[in-house]
C-alpha cells in the first residue's frame, strides 16, 4: 500500500515539474513578450488624435503663414451662374472680360449669360439646325466659341456646319450659316481672330440693322476639321471659306489650333503622316517663325497629339519654345527660331495639355545676382500635372544664396490650415548650385569664383550626375533624395547652340484628381477633388446652399495656384472664397444635377476662369492672379 502511494505521488511530481517547465519555457516566455508588446502598442498609441493633429498643425511661423492664407482668399472668390439647363454642361466659352458666358449641354442647350445683368438667353438651336439644312435629331454642337467682346459667338457641329449669333444688348441675331464645303468632315474646334476696333466701335456707338451688319467686316472665323483641313471665313456679305495650305506636301493626318503666349496669336499646326509639322499663322496665312516653320519633330509611328507654343525672354534674346505630346508617352521641347530639339521627356503615362512657362528672372534680394536662366515645362498626366524646370549652367553671375538665406523655403513654412494652404517650394537653383569656394582657395584646377573659367571635361560631366537633386516639395508629394535622380540628360547639342549646356530636373506633382486645369498669362490654375474627412461627414451644415452649391461639395472642392516664378503653391477650399451673402439665397427652379468630376476649367483671361460642376457654371474672380 504504501509503495503505491510512493509510486502515486512520484508520478504527481513528475507531472508537475513537467507541467512547470512547460510553463517556464513556453508559456511565460509567450505572455511576457505578448504582453510587453500590448504595453508598448498602448504606449504608441496614446494620444493619437493628438499626434495627428500635431502632425497637421501650422509651424512656427504660423502668424506670418495665417496672413498668407487670408491675404490668398482675398485674392479669389467663387459665385455660381443661375442654374439654366438640366443636363450636365458639356462646353464652355467666356469673351475676355467674363462678361458673356456661352455654354452647351449635353441636350444641345444653348445659353447665354450675360453675368453683368444676371440675364439668361436661350438660344433656338433647332431652328438655325433647320435654316442650315441639318437635322436637328442628328446634329450634335461640337465646339462653341465667343469672339473677345462679347458681341458674337458660334457653334460648329459634326456637321461641319458653324452658325455665327450676334448678341445685342439683351437679345440674340442670327447672323450666319457657314459651310466648309468639305462633306460631313466635323468641326473639332473653333477660333474668332479680332475684329478691326472700326467695326466695334461702330456697333457699340450706334444700333446696326441687320443689312448694314452684314455689309461690315465683323471678324474672322477659324474652325479645324476632322479631316486636317484648317478653314476661316471673313465675316463679311456672304461669307466664303477660305483655306490655311501649308508648304509641306506629305498626307496631312491632323491639324490642331491653339494660341502662342503671352501673345494670344493664333496659329494652326498641321501633323503629317511623316512626322513633319507645320505652323501656319492663321491671322496672315503665313509661317509662325522665319520664313517656314516646317520640322522633323516626331517618328511616324508615333504621332503628336498636342502642341504649345510659347515666346520666352533667355539670355537677352526672345525664343519661341514648342512643346508637344506623343502617342508613346514623350514630352518634346523644340527651339523654333534655330529648329533643333531642345530635349524629350519620358512619361509612364501618356501626357496631355503641354505647356511652357517663362521662369523665374527677379534678382535675389539677399544677394542682388539673378537666378539660373530658366523655364517650366507643365503637363496632364492620369490624375496629376507634373512640372518641370529647363536650367542652363554655363551662367557667369548668378544666386548662390544657401536655402537659409531665402525669404521662404520650403522647410522652413508650410501652412496646412484645412481652408487654405500656402507652400513655398524650395528653387531647384538651391540644390543644383553649391556654395562658390573662396577667390583665395587653393585649387588644382583654375576655376574663378562666379565659375567663369572652364572646368576641365570629367568635372563638366560629372556635374548633370553627382551634383544634381531633385528638390523635397513637401509632404504632400513623394520624392527621393537620390543624386542624379529625376535629372534628364539633354540631347546633344552644337557647341554655339544656346541649349549647349542645360538640364531638366522633375521639379513636383500636383494632384489633380477629378479636376481640370490651364495656364494663365504668369501661373497656373487648376481645381481638384479632395477626400471627405471625418469632420464633413458629420458636419450639420451640408443641406447649406451656398451659391447654389451645397457646403458639403464645396468643402470637398480645391482650388490651387501654382507660380512659377516663386515655385509657390498656394490653395483654398470653394466655401473659403466662396461669398457668405449668399446662403440664405433662394434656390434655382432647376434641381441641381450630381457630378463626380468637374467638366472644363476655361481661363477667360488673368482675372476670370468658368468650371462647369454638373449643371451649374463656377465663375472665379481673381484681383492678383
Not at 218 to 231: D, F, H
Not at 352 to 375: F, I, K, S, W, Y
Not at 574 to 591: H, Q, R, T, Y
Request: glycine letters at 6%; proline letters at 6%.
Amino acid at each position: 500500500m504504501q509503495d503505491a502511494n510512493s509510486m502515486r505521488l512520484h508520478i504527481y511530481m513528475r507531472t508537475f515539474r513537467l507541467s512547470l517547465w512547460l510553463l517556464k519555457i513556453m508559456v511565460l516566455p509567450i505572455a511576457g513578450t505578448t504582453g510587453m508588446l500590448y504595453f508598448l502598442l498602448l504606449y504608441l498609441l496614446k494620444d493619437a488624435e493628438l499626434l495627428e493633429a500635431q502632425r497637421h498643425r501650422e509651424g512656427p511661423d504660423s502668424l506670418d503663414l495665417d496672413t498668407d492664407a487670408n491675404a490668398f482668399e482675398g485674392q479669389i472668390s467663387f459665385s455660381t451662374l443661375p442654374r439654366a439647363t438640366i443636363s450636365d454642361v458639356e462646353l464652355i466659352a467666356s469673351s475676355k472680360d467674363g462678361e458673356t458666358v456661352v455654354s452647351v449641354g449635353l441636350n444641345n442647350e444653348l445659353m447665354v449669360h450675360q453675368t453683368n445683368l444676371s440675364t439668361i438667353i436661350t438660344v433656338d438651336v433647332e431652328e438655325a439646325f433647320v435654316a442650315s439644312g441639318s437635322s436637328p435629331a442628328r446634329t450634335i454642337i461640337s465646339s462653341v466659341a465667343v469672339e473677345e467682346n462679347g458681341e458674337f459667338f458660334a457653334v460648329g457641329t459634326r456637321a461641319g456646319t458653324v452658325i455665327v449669333w450676334i448678341l445685342d444688348k439683351q437679345a440674340v441675331r442670327f447672323l450666319h450659316t457657314l459651310n466648309s464645303g468639305q462633306g460631313s468632315a466635323g468641326i473639332v474646334d473653333l477660333r474668332f481672330l479680332r475684329p478691326p476696333s472700326v467695326v466695334r466701335e461702330k456697333h457699340r456707338s450706334s444700333e446696326m440693322d441687320l443689312p448694314s451688319l452684314l455689309s461690315q467686316n465683323c471678324g474672322t472665323i477659324v474652325a479645324s476639321l476632322e479631316n486636317g483641313s484648317v478653314v476661316k471665313w471673313i465675316l463679311e456679305g456672304r461669307p466664303s471659306p477660305s483655306f490655311l495650305t501649308p508648304i509641306h506636301t506629305a498626307p496631312i493626318s491632323r491639324a490642331l489650333m491653339s494660341e502662342m503666349a503671352p501673345d494670344d496669336v493664333l496659329f494652326a499646326a498641321f501633323i503629317f503622316s511623316d512626322g513633319y509639322i507645320e505652323l501656319i499663322e492663321a491671322q496672315k496665312n503665313e509661317p509662325l517663325v522665319g520664313l517656314d516653320c516646317y520640322l522633323p519633330v516626331g517618328d511616324p509611328s508615333d504621332a503628336i497629339t498636342e502642341v504649345h507654343v510659347s515666346r520666352l525672354k533667355l539670355r537677352g534674346t526672345t525664343r519661341t519654345v514648342m512643346a508637344m505630346t506623343t502617342e508613346f508617352r514623350k514630352v518634346l521641347l523644340w527651339d523654333l527660331n534655330s529648329k533643333e530639339q531642345i530635349s524629350d521627356i519620358e512619361c509612364n503615362e501618356r501626357p496631355r495639355r503641354p505647356r511652357v512657362m517663362q521662369g523665374c528672372r527677379d534678382a535675389c534680394r539677399t544677394c542682388g545676382h539673378p537666378p539660373l536662366e530658366n523655364l517650366f515645362v507643365a503637363f496632364a498626366l492620369e490624375q496629376k500635372v507634373r512640372f518641370h524646370q529647363l536650367l542652363f549652367h554655363d551662367q557667369g553671375r548668378y544666386c548662390s544664396c544657401s536655402p537659409g538665406h531665402r525669404p521662404r523655403s520650403l522647410h522652413e513654412k508650410t501652412s496646412r490650415s484645412s481652408r487654405s494652404d500656402t507652400t513655398a517650394l524650395q528653387s531647384p537653383s538651391d540644390v543644383l548650385r553649391p556654395r562658390l569656394a573662396p577667390a583665395n582657395e587653393a585649387s588644382l584646377f583654375p576655376v574663378s569664383g562666379h565659375g567663369i573659367y572652364p572646368r576641365r571635361t570629367s568635372e563638366g560631366t560629372r556635374r548633370s550626375s553627382e551634383i544634381l537633386m531633385v528638390p523635397f516639395p513637401g509632404e504632400d508629394y513623394e520624392s527621393i533624395h537620390i543624386l542624379g535622380a529625376n535629372v534628364l540628360k539633354p540631347p546633344a547639342q552644337v557647341s554655339n547652340s544656346l541649349w549647349r549646356n542645360h538640364s531638366i530636373v522633375h521639379l513636383l506633382d500636383i494632384s489633380c484628381e477629378k479636376g481640370d486645369w490651364d495656364l494663365t498669362s504668369r501661373k497656373v490654375i487648376g481645381l481638384r477633388r479632395k477626400e471627405r474627412s471625418k469632420q464633413q461627414k458629420t458636419n450639420a451644415r451640408n443641406d447649406q446652399q451656398l451659391n447654389g452649391l451645397p457646403l458639403s461639395t464645396l468643402d470637398r472642392w480645391e482650388i490651387w495656384i501654382f507660380d512659377p516664378a516663386t515655385s509657390r503653391l498656394q490653395t483654398s477650399l470653394l466655401s473659403a472664397i466662396s461669398s457668405k451673402e449668399a446662403i440664405d439665397a433662394k434656390p434655382s427652379s432647376i434641381p441641381r444635377m450630381p457630378f463626380t468630376r468637374v467638366s472644363s476649367l476655361v481661363v477667360a483671361s488673368h482675372s476670370y476662369a468658368l468650371v462647369g460642376f454638373g449643371n451649374t457654371i463656377g465663375l472665379f474672380t481673381f484681383s492678383n492672379v
